[in-house]
């Protein structure tokens, strides 16, 4: 008798589980669609909400998490969305990268600032700019002077604010080889494919002459 009664109280606890489980799946989705409703009234792009989403979906991550970051999303693009109203022909792009600003605390007073300062062509990479900035621990209002200044400076100095420093990585070699006025090949000690009829000149201070200056390159 025990045995039954047991049985019977897992049964229905069991049974009670199983619809509050099903219901917290059903409440992600409510609140992911609240999220979206809410975009669209705001004018808010639900595409942007809606990719994330789907982001979300094929990396497996549960739904309650995806619920959650779609209402960080919407209220983070909402959020620029006011700081760049008023502004002509903002695109999703602008929006998007607006509401990376906004996620990584950039105050919405500054990202207007710079909305305004940004003639359109360059206010998605100037906001960008300013973001990867203030990352780096840059105060806020010295990034926006930065920003400020490279765009009167033009696209190139922009995009080495955002890029970090312009003598690193493929700016430096980007540099060189345009200096050079030629493409890359194989390095000084190795030669090319099929041969070189010119011997190259040793790299290392000191290095032994060209093995091959004794002898004919024909």
Do not use: W
């Amino acid at each position: 008798m025990k045995t039954f009664i047991a049985v019977a109280i897992i049964t229905l606890l069991t049974a009670g589980a199983l619809p509050a489980f099903a219901q917290g799946g059903q409440g992600a989705q409510e609140r992911i669609d609240t999220a979206i409703a809410h975009a669209r009234s705001q004018g808010v792009p639900v595409s942007l909400l809606e990719s994330k989403m789907a982001e979300g979906k094929a990396k497996g991550v549960p739904l309650d998490r995806i619920a959650a970051a779609i209402e960080r999303r919407e209220a983070s693009l909402e959020r620029a969305a006011q700081a760049m109203k008023g502004h002509e022909s903002i695109t999703d792009a602008d929006l998007s990268v607006g509401g990376d600003a906004v996620e990584a605390g950039v105050s919405t007073a500054v990202l207007k600032a710079v909305t305004d300062s940004a003639p359109r062509e360059r206010r998605a990479v100037a906001i960008a700019a300013l973001t990867e900035l203030i990352q780096r621990g840059t105060a806020p209002d010295a990034a926006l002077a930065r920003v400020r200044e490279a765009l009167k400076r033009g696209p190139d100095a922009l995009a080495a604010v955002g890029g970090g420093d312009p003598h690193d990585h493929g700016a430096a070699r980007g540099s060189e080889g345009n200096a050079r006025g030629a493409t890359q090949g194989p390095p000084a000690n190795v030669p090319a494919p099929g041969g070189s009829s010119q011997p190259r000149k040793p790299s290392t201070p000191g290095a032994p002459a060209n093995p091959g200056n004794g002898r004919s390159g024909r």
